[in-house]
DNA sequence: TTCGGCCATGAGATAATCTAATCTCGCTTC
DNA sequence: GAAGCGAGATTAGATTATCTCATGGCCGAA
């Protein structure tokens, strides 16, 4: 249907009446008698030929086209209402409420954001870091950068980059390092991803080593402890190379364990802003020219 | 903004001439003249307390606040139209076009699309089956479901399944199977992904093995052959463990191969239309059943 | 029955929207 | 540098779409 053609106000009211079921309740939220509705919902269907209420005796029914009808227009609605709110200080602006994993944070996001800001002034993006148990509806989050391997319920995921996970050490524990069984002679740092490990050497057609000591729930906290000669960790290549270039660690050894990827996750319910939009294409072209 | 608020006509004006970016061409869209395109964005410019338009000497120029507003409006509203559109029968009928990978349409979808169809009457799906090499763009999909690991550009993806691999063969050649080694005796059907069998032997601590003959591009087809006693083939255990169930196939090891998984992706460039949701519902809770 | 809640309808009022005619501005062209 | 042109702005008045008011009909509850 052309723009010319759309009847606006008519679906406006339709989308009003379709969540009261009540002209006369739908009457009072568009500030206008129910006359005016009854007007208006009738010509619309007059309009697309179709009937989208049943007359019942205490109020409406949604017809099967009027149940297609109504939750896209709510939802429209509720996007353009949300869109022109954003303009309300007298320019355009957004927020972001974005929860990220802490070492994808630390090491990749936090030294890039002034570009994002530069690209995008009008937007307010809100970090908030986690250990990767994120929850979007229950945090009040509109996106969420994590890692694994993308299967969460009721969400649309992109994935952002590969995170294939490397050993990695001090430069002086390096040194005691000639194979890798001499890996089982020093602490092997632990995620809250168990079996890591497990399979790494298996990799190597090597039996589960006996795991002890502290578990940390960011890649980060391993990092540290890895530079400062606490042990040997696994952390994902993509985020920590630059610490192999400044020498800070040392990758012992060649083999990459895949363990999951990072992804940005949206709710299926929550349709994408323009705002997220463009944070999105920002984190894809960001990847892209690294590679 | 509230619903009565929303000025309505004032944002279909705005979002035709920013399109234009010429009033008089607008005009001739929306099947008004000029003047009254000029009253409407003043008019909407004073609501909302922001510039929309510079004005030049030869015409309109966006403002950072326009850009902004205006490619939300044009996807609102392409939305909008789209939607009365499937009214124009008389009834409500909405088509997707969906992509399948052959194997996933074959033993999972197909046999349940009757009971899509009862529970979503009104909407008309048209599968397209591909050997997963599908371009959502460039073949007019709206939808695809395919195997891999959720890393297509542009893309929304959301997992339906995982697609770990099991190692199949005949009942016959079955018997000829006391350890893995001796798979090495047999035919191991090839597919498109170079390295599977590599990997599956590695799990083992085994080398690659010599692969040769042809190539297949499509699980089922690697299950046929291998119903047909012509050597041992690696497929997806969620789709032919009915196979096993029915005797036709047997599955000599309990090993898996971690390959991939079954998406359902979409462009993110085209936004999820009211049936594209219920159909990713109905596969959501497809799978919820099933588990 | 009678009342109350609800939607439909038709005629007339109202307000939003549009048109026509005219201006202004600044680039082009000669 | 003057005329012409293409664009949007403006104003007043015409035109519609939209709304209100008053009323009617229907059905279930009291």
Redesign the interface.
């Known amino acids: 249907?052309?723009?010319?053609q759309?009847p606006?106000?008519a679906?406006?009211a339709f989308?009003?009446a379709s969540r009261h079921l009540n002209l006369t309740r739908a009457a009072v939220?568009?500030?206008?008698t129910q006359a005016a509705l009854s007007h208006q919902i009738r010509g619309l269907e007059e309009r697309?030929?179709?009937t989208l209420f049943r007359r019942v005796p205490r109020g409406l029914v949604l017809t099967?086209?009027g149940i297609?009808?109504a939750?896209?227009?709510t939802r429209?609605?509720d996007?353009?209402?949300g869109?022109?709110?954003?303009?309300s200080t007298?320019?355009?602006h957004?927020t972001i409420n974005l929860g990220v994993v802490n070492s994808f944070a630390a090491e990749w996001l936090i030294p890039r954001i002034p570009d994002f800001q530069r690209l995008h002034p009008?937007i307010d993006l809100r970090v908030h870091t986690n250990n990767n148990r994120v929850d979007l509806a229950g945090e009040g989050l509109d996106l969420a950068i994590r890692f694994g391997?993308?299967?969460?319920?009721?969400?649309?995921?992109?994935?952002l980059m590969r995170g294939a996970m490397m050993v990695v050490c001090s430069p002086g524990l390096a040194d005691r390092l000639r194979n890798v069984e001499d890996l089982l002679s020093m602490p092997l740092l632990r995620s809250y991803r168990a079996n890591e490990w497990e399979r790494w050497f298996?990799?190597h057609?090597l039996p589960a080593p006996q795991l002890r000591g502290p578990v940390f729930d960011t890649s980060l906290a391993i990092a540290e402890m890895a530079a400062r000669s606490h042990g040997a960790g696994l952390v994902p290549v993509a985020l920590f190379s630059s610490w192999i270039e400044s020498g800070r660690l040392v990758r012992p050894f060649e083999a990459l364990l895949t363990a999951g990827?990072y992804?940005l996750t949206r709710l299926?319910a929550n349709?994408?802003?323009?705002g997220q939009?463009a944070f999105?294409e920002w984190l894809?072209s960001s990847f892209g020219t690294e590679a």
Chains 1, 2 share one sequence.
């Open positions: 249907m052309d723009r010319p759309l606006l106000n679906l406006r989308e009003v939220e568009l500030c206008v697309l030929g179709v099967e086209e297609m009808l939750p896209v227009l429209i609605f996007e353009m209402s869109t022109l709110d954003r303009f007298g320019h355009y957004e009008s391997d993308g299967s969460w319920h009721g969400v649309a995921a992109t994935r298996a990799i057609g990827d992804w299926h349709p994408e802003s323009t939009g999105r894809a």
